[in-house]
């Protein structure tokens, strides 16, 4: 569910998006999206490669926590 908040963004940022035409208001949506998803994933890593009882294995482009039954791939884009 989207918010309608009041967000303070320098001018030439402002402009940017702008100039990307309809949809930038989505398109910054997505942008802060991809920021908190790898911050979240980024978090969900620290914790487990710093349990000592927790196995990792390399899987092509996905890590398998063996011990906590956990997969972390890279972050697929959301909407488009």
Do not use: C, H
């Amino acid at each position: 569910m989207k918010k309608q908040i009041t967000l303070r963004i320098d001018g030439d940022v402002l402009e940017w998006f702008r100039s990307q035409g309809r949809g930038y208001q989505s398109e910054i949506n997505m942008v802060l999206r991809d920021y908190y998803n790898g911050k979240i994933a980024v978090s969900k890593i620290r914790e487990v490669w710093s349990n000592p009882d927790v196995t990792l294995e390399y899987m092509g482009d996905t890590i398998y926590a063996e011990g906590t039954d956990q997969f972390f791939k890279p972050m697929p884009k959301k909407g488009k």
